[in-house]
């Protein structure tokens, strides 16, 4: 059975009957993220380009155009699926698409993948719901309308009799598509699966062992390959000499791709083995001496110092400096890719978010036709934006091609912390001014940072909800050799780190209640504000607590969803303690509050991980950290109570993957403060900023 149908895309949907009968629908998922009120099951935003099947048998496959990395893509899309569709849950199985434009954008990032096809996928269960009930009533001879569609099965109403759907693809395929207008869709309160909690769809596999990552992929003489890179951003190999290497049993070749020096042996360690005794003479390039301090002196000097008349006529002027260092992504599996290069094709396994991209470098490298190129998705192990570079594809492609094999590349720990896609670092001079009673009148941030790529924004997330009548925000980027990239929920993690702290040090200065003077400057209709309520009701704000403890409060919106987050933290003897996070989000319509939550839990370990322990150096242009003991994460002993508490919204749901880590950062820093009384404004948080002044 051929799965990628090409269908015009002036059909909003489109039907055929293919070999083995079964019924295969084609829809849109959108390549832009809508609002909440734009996503409406009876909008214009739909192309066919995707695709639900239901095969003779029963099975109903759904076709899963973007990658799992355990934000639950794979769970939640098929339950929306089952609800409108009328399916039995255990019948749905999942394919993940091919690389291939008919799906459209297939970049899993940005926290869209959900709320992009949500409409669109009740569109499609409707659409073949109807059908199949036409089907069932063609065949008894009655009106559709005395028909009903029951878990996987058409009954009519007055007779009992009983079709299962695979039974009914055959005639429903020569049914014509409902328009649009036609569609009846289920209520709310009929939902099965929606709002309900489920596991995910690959836990069984988790648990036995058997779920298959790109680490776990082998082919038939298949060899393995590691790869020495310059250790200073912008170096090359000069030369090198390869004797040793070759000489340690298993070593197979040493060959020279564009990113350096690649070991090919039999497995892994001999090719680690081998790669430990290349004798590699590295031309450093111009950055040899680049160095942290050398980048926040260039971070200083571009920054803007000017300030508006608004700031400069208050009665009372704030001004503060934050700083936030390069922070690498740490995925829990390595880079990894396995490439087949051939002279009449070539097959890719690639745990990517940009499995697009991915083809059209290796039909770049290649030389091949598009078509005879495939790309594999199996899970990965954790994405946080890493893998929408594709560089590890290009070297397992390049070394493929090179040796005529396939291969196998692997990155260690080392390599991943020394050759990643970083977060940029970045400056912020933060200036307000406030009335005489303490009220903001005036809100000024000027930021010095490395784009994540050319002409990229560094203002995500700069835009405060507080009714601030002068804001004002400026940008200026640095030009630098570090590789950076798109980090969870990029720019919107230091910009609510500053924002948030700073606004908690205009309450301060005011003598005003942190929760309160947020509230005071929310309009009633601010969707923030109703989390912000929710987060502090449920932690208890404003109640005692004992000695030695703070609270502190933060709210940002990662593109449309808000978030608030409530921490409790201990500071006793220099030692800190974080007891408990407080989370509320609206994120609309709750598909599976179980996979909210987990979310929510993932991004406010992620964050208060970076908070804690994140920071990328740079000396003599090569990055110092190297292995966990140099780049900690936080670790179960450490792990604070998390409540999560969803905000009940009947609308579409938004994103959820990368939205719990902005806010939990000044939470924290704002805890810390309400107990010491210090103000942290550069992170990570040290030792030093938690002692008492005058130890």
Not at 95 to 108: K, R
Not at 472 to 499: D, E, H, I, M
Request: aromatic residues 6%; hydrophobic residues 40%; proline residues 6%.
């Amino acid at each position: 059975m051929n799965d990628k149908v090409t269908i015009s895309r002036r059909d909003f949907l489109t039907l055929s009957a293919v070999a083995g009968a079964s019924l295969i629908l084609g829809m849109h998922l959108p390549t832009r993220t809508a609002s909440a009120q734009e996503i409406d099951c009876q909008g214009n935003v739909f192309d066919p380009n995707a695709y639900l099947r239901i095969d003779a048998d029963g099975t109903i496959t759904l076709i899963v155009h973007r990658s799992e990395m355990g934000q639950g893509v794979q769970t939640a899309l098929p339950m929306i699926l089952a609800d409108e569709l009328e399916a039995d849950w255990t019948t749905i199985r999942i394919e993940q698409a091919p690389a291939d434009p008919i799906y459209g954008d297939q970049v899993t990032g940005g926290s869209v993948s959900l709320q992009n096809a949500y409409c669109v996928l009740r569109m499609a269960g409707a659409a073949a719901r109807m059908m199949l009930i036409a089907a069932a009533a063609q065949m008894w001879a009655v009106n559709p309308e005395t028909c009903r569609a029951e878990n996987g099965t058409v009954v009519h109403e007055s007779s009992e009799q009983r079709l299962g759907y695979g039974q009914l693809v055959e005639v429903a395929s020569s049914i014509p598509v409902p328009k649009r207008s036609e569609m009846k869709f289920k209520s709310p309160e009929d939902f099965r699966y929606i709002g309900t909690r489920r596991g995910q769809i690959d836990n069984p596999q988790f648990v036995t062992g058997s779920a298959v990552f790109g680490s776990d992929i082998y082919l038939p003489d298949m060899v393995c390959a590691v790869v020495a890179r310059s250790p200073v951003f912008g170096g090359r190999a000069a030369s090198f000499d390869d004797d040793q290497a070759l000489s340690i049993p298993g070593v197979h070749q040493v060959v020279e791709i564009s990113t350096g020096i690649a070991v090919i042996a039999e497995n892994t360690w001999t090719a680690l083995q081998g790669r430990d005794a290349l004798d590699v003479r590295w031309d450093p390039g111009d950055y040899a001496e680049l160095d942290s301090d050398a980048i926040r002196q260039m971070a200083l000097d571009k920054i803007d110092k000017d300030s508006s008349s608004a700031v400069d006529e208050a009665a009372t002027v704030i001004e503060s400096l934050y700083e936030a260092p390069y922070l690498a992504h740490a995925t829990m599996e390595p880079m990894v890719c396995v490439a087949d290069v051939r002279s009449d094709g070539c097959d890719v396994w690639a745990p990517t978010q940009n499995r697009q991209e991915a083809k059209r470098h290796t039909e770049s490298i290649t030389q091949l036709q598009k078509d005879v190129i495939h790309i594999h998705v199996p899970l990965i192990g954790c994405g946080f934006g890493r893998r929408l570079r594709v560089d590890y594809v290009d070297e397992a492609v390049e070394i493929s091609k090179i040796i005529g094999a396939p291969v196998k590349v692997f990155w260690t720990r080392e390599d991943d912390l020394q050759h990643d896609f970083y977060r940029p670092a970045s400056l912020h001079r933060m200036r307000a001014g406030l009335t005489d009673d303490g009220w903001p009148i005036s809100w000024e941030h000027s930021i010095a940072a490395q784009p994540v790529e050319s002409g990229s924004d560094l203002n995500h997330g700069t835009d405060v909800p507080y009714r601030i009548a002068n804001k004002k925000v400026r940008s200026a980027p640095l030009s630098l050799p570090v590789p950076t990239g798109y980090w969870r929920s990029v720019f919107n993690s230091q910009n609510a780190f500053v924002n948030e702290c700073f606004i908690d040090e205009l309450a301060a200065a005011g003598g005003n209640d942190p929760y309160a003077f947020r509230m005071a400057l929310l309009d009633d209709t601010a969707p923030i504000k109703q989390v912000l309520e929710l987060a502090a009701s449920q932690a208890g704000w404003g109640t005692p607590l004992p000695e030695g403890w703070g609270r502190g409060i933060a709210c940002h919106t990662t593109w449309n969803t808000p978030v608030a987050q409530v921490v409790e933290v201990s500071v006793i003897g220099g030692e800190l303690k974080i007891h408990r996070v407080v989370c509320a989000i609206d994120c609309g319509l709750a598909i599976n509050p179980d996979m909210i939550e987990a979310q929510m839990e993932g991004g406010i370990v992620f964050g208060l991980t970076s908070a804690l322990y994140g920071e990328i150096t740079l000396s003599h242009g090569r990055v110092v950290q190297g292995q966990f003991p140099d780049y900690p994460l936080m670790r179960f002993g450490e792990m604070p109570t998390i409540e999560v508490y969803i905000v009940p919204d009947g609308l579409a749901p938004t994103g959820i993957g990368e939205m719990g880590n902005p806010p939990v950062t000044p939470a924290l820093l704002n805890a810390i403060f309400a107990v010491t009384g210090k103000r942290i404004r550069r992170l990570p948080v040290r030792p030093e900023d938690l002692r008492p002044d005058d130890d």
